[in-house]
């Protein structure tokens, strides 16, 4: 029984959705004739070329980017490191740069596909569902905006503080306190609504980000000696875990998985929650906006993630391999160059990452619970998802990580199929290029021609 349910949890959201993604990003990625490398270092410069309101899009990405940095960057990639070893961070990295043109062009459809509602617009995988297919294809906005509801919980919530509590003590009654303190801050923050929650995340997402990647930093410094090695056990471990692991991983597929389902956990392309937050400045275009998912994916994989899984690797610490050793081994690298006080260091990176990707996920639940109960339901929402924080925080953390990917895996899974039947609009919108929108509906399969 045990043996079907782990295989299932690798299918659907380890395998598949990689499948998918390779798939899916590899068909954009020629399409556009290579649209997120050509646009890589533009996207860095998105600020200076965007006209209209550049504030409200640098605090849409910040949301955007706070829901992603979370302590997947730093838990999520330990436990990739020591379940699949260095191979897995390889995997991480080609579903983030095939991922790259999937977010992009999730962003693009959430700003193309968006609605008005009020003196605000709402965007998103529901929304491109609902205006850029046929009716039949409704349920699946319902289904997506089910798993998205219940994924916030999970994902957004109580993975972050359950690893953040962790981080501080083992202690019930400690985690306990933690997690009533986080659950008061993030209602503080998401009872004022988004423009309070994007505020927040504009000032918290920059000063912790420049933080950890320092510390990191610092460790890769006094081992530079080690940092080629490390690239040389990635490339390896990435083929012949074996080699690299003693034998205690030995499956390229079980490395793929692992470094899949981190990676998409991590950066979220694919997942298609970033086109929420996209798709709510005024002034938003599809192609100029869709920079931003470019942008995301590189910071939190290509850079965050890799600067993680490098200092563990260099620090010289001993990896259990084939076991799952989160905190404890990001501390023992850490703890390599600062001592005694990495402990403490880890778990502020932890506690304000987590607050960070709990808030900015409560965007999305909100836009989900909308979508789905109305605003009454969004109230509730609003009182509901501080009490979760709570209880993440003493609950187990295996199970709610497990959980937290099957779902993430399945709204990949809804999003990537939605996307290959809007794959024309996809390579229309990011080529700048017009739809005609009298054909918008008339989607009957796969890459429609």
């Given at each position: 029984m045990n043996i079907t349910l782990n295989f299932l949890e690798r299918l659907f959201s380890g395998s598949f959705p990689f499948v998918l993604t390779v798939f899916l990003g590899g068909y954009f990625t020629l399409k556009t004739r290579f649209f997120q490398f050509k646009n890589l270092v533009?996207?860095?410069?998105?600020?200076?070329?965007?006209?209209?309101?550049?504030?409200?899009?640098?605090?849409?990405?910040?949301?955007?980017?706070?829901?992603?940095?979370?302590?997947?960057?730093?838990?999520?990639?330990?436990?990739?490191?020591?379940?699949?070893?260095?191979?897995?961070?390889?995997?991480?990295?080609?579903?983030?740069?095939?991922?790259?043109?999937?977010?992009?062009?999730?962003?693009?459809?959430?700003?193309?596909?968006?609605?008005?509602?009020?003196?605000?617009?709402?965007?998103?995988?529901?929304?491109?569902?609902?205006?850029?297919?046929?009716?039949?294809?409704?349920?699946?906005?319902?289904?997506?905006?089910?798993?998205?509801?219940?994924?916030?919980?999970?994902?957004?919530?109580?993975?972050?503080?359950?690893?953040?509590?962790?981080?501080?003590?083992?202690?019930?009654?400690?985690?306990?306190?933690?997690?009533?303190?986080?659950?008061?801050?993030?209602?503080?923050?998401?009872?004022?609504?988004?423009?309070?929650?994007?505020?927040?995340?504009?000032?918290?997402?920059?000063?912790?980000?420049?933080?950890?990647?320092l510390l990191c930093v610092g460790v890769l410094a006094l081992n530079y000696e080690e940092i080629a090695p490390a690239f040389l056990k990635i490339f390896v471990g990435a083929f012949s875990p074996k080699s690299v692991t003693g034998g205690a991983v030995g499956s390229v597929i079980s490395v793929i998985s692992i470094g899949a389902s981190k990676g998409i956990f991590s950066n979220e392309a694919g997942l298609g929650t970033a086109a929420i937050a996209h798709a709510t400045p005024e002034n938003a275009t599809p192609k100029q906006q869709s920079l931003f998912g470019i942008f995301e994916v590189f910071i939190d994989t290509i850079l965050i993630c890799t600067l993680t899984g490098l200092t563990i690797l260099t620090s010289g610490v001993i990896i259990d391999y084939g076991t799952v050793s989160d905190k404890l081994l990001t501390v023992s690298a850490f703890s390599t160059v600062y001592g005694n006080f990495s402990e403490y260091l880890l778990s502020v990176m932890l506690l304000l990452f987590g607050i960070s990707s709990v808030i900015g996920w409560a965007t999305y639940g909100i836009s989900f619970a909308d979508f789905l109960l109305g605003k009454k339901a969004v109230k509730i929402y609003v009182f509901i998802y501080p009490i979760v924080s709570v209880i993440g925080a003493v609950s187990s953390g295996v199970i709610v990580w497990r959980l937290a990917e099957l779902f993430n895996g399945f709204m990949v899974i809804i999003n990537l199929l939605v996307m290959s039947f809007l794959s024309k609009e996809v390579i229309l919108l990011l080529k700048g290029n017009k739809i005609d929108k009298t054909k918008d509906k008339k989607h009957k399969g796969f890459f429609k021609k």
């Amino acid at each position: 029984m045990n043996i079907t349910l782990n295989f299932l949890e690798r299918l659907f959201s380890g395998s598949f959705p990689f499948v998918l993604t390779v798939f899916l990003g590899g068909y954009f990625t020629l399409k556009t004739r290579f649209f997120q490398f050509k646009n890589l270092v533009p996207s860095f410069f998105f600020l200076r070329e965007k006209k209209g309101d550049r504030k409200a899009s640098f605090l849409a990405m910040c949301n955007s980017l706070s829901a992603a940095i979370g302590t997947g960057n730093i838990v999520g990639v330990a436990a990739a490191v020591s379940l699949g070893g260095a191979g897995a961070i390889f995997w991480m990295w080609i579903t983030a740069l095939l991922g790259m043109v999937i977010k992009a062009g999730e962003i693009a459809l959430g700003v193309y596909y968006r609605e008005k509602n009020g003196d605000n617009f709402q965007g998103g995988p529901i929304f491109y569902i609902k205006n850029g297919l046929n009716k039949k294809w409704g349920f699946l906005a319902t289904a997506f905006a089910v798993l998205g509801l219940a994924s916030s919980f999970f994902c957004g919530n109580v993975t972050q503080i359950n690893s953040a509590a962790l981080a501080v003590s083992q202690n019930h009654f400690t985690r306990f306190i933690i997690g009533g303190l986080a659950g008061c801050i993030i209602f503080f923050v998401i009872r004022g609504g988004v423009k309070k929650i994007y505020g927040f995340l504009g000032l918290l997402l920059p000063f912790m980000s420049v933080l950890y990647i320092l510390l990191c930093v610092g460790v890769l410094a006094l081992n530079y000696e080690e940092i080629a090695p490390a690239f040389l056990k990635i490339f390896v471990g990435a083929f012949s875990p074996k080699s690299v692991t003693g034998g205690a991983v030995g499956s390229v597929i079980s490395v793929i998985s692992i470094g899949a389902s981190k990676g998409i956990f991590s950066n979220e392309a694919g997942l298609g929650t970033a086109a929420i937050a996209h798709a709510t400045p005024e002034n938003a275009t599809p192609k100029q906006q869709s920079l931003f998912g470019i942008f995301e994916v590189f910071i939190d994989t290509i850079l965050i993630c890799t600067l993680t899984g490098l200092t563990i690797l260099t620090s010289g610490v001993i990896i259990d391999y084939g076991t799952v050793s989160d905190k404890l081994l990001t501390v023992s690298a850490f703890s390599t160059v600062y001592g005694n006080f990495s402990e403490y260091l880890l778990s502020v990176m932890l506690l304000l990452f987590g607050i960070s990707s709990v808030i900015g996920w409560a965007t999305y639940g909100i836009s989900f619970a909308d979508f789905l109960l109305g605003k009454k339901a969004v109230k509730i929402y609003v009182f509901i998802y501080p009490i979760v924080s709570v209880i993440g925080a003493v609950s187990s953390g295996v199970i709610v990580w497990r959980l937290a990917e099957l779902f993430n895996g399945f709204m990949v899974i809804i999003n990537l199929l939605v996307m290959s039947f809007l794959s024309k609009e996809v390579i229309l919108l990011l080529k700048g290029n017009k739809i005609d929108k009298t054909k918008d509906k008339k989607h009957k399969g796969f890459f429609k021609k």
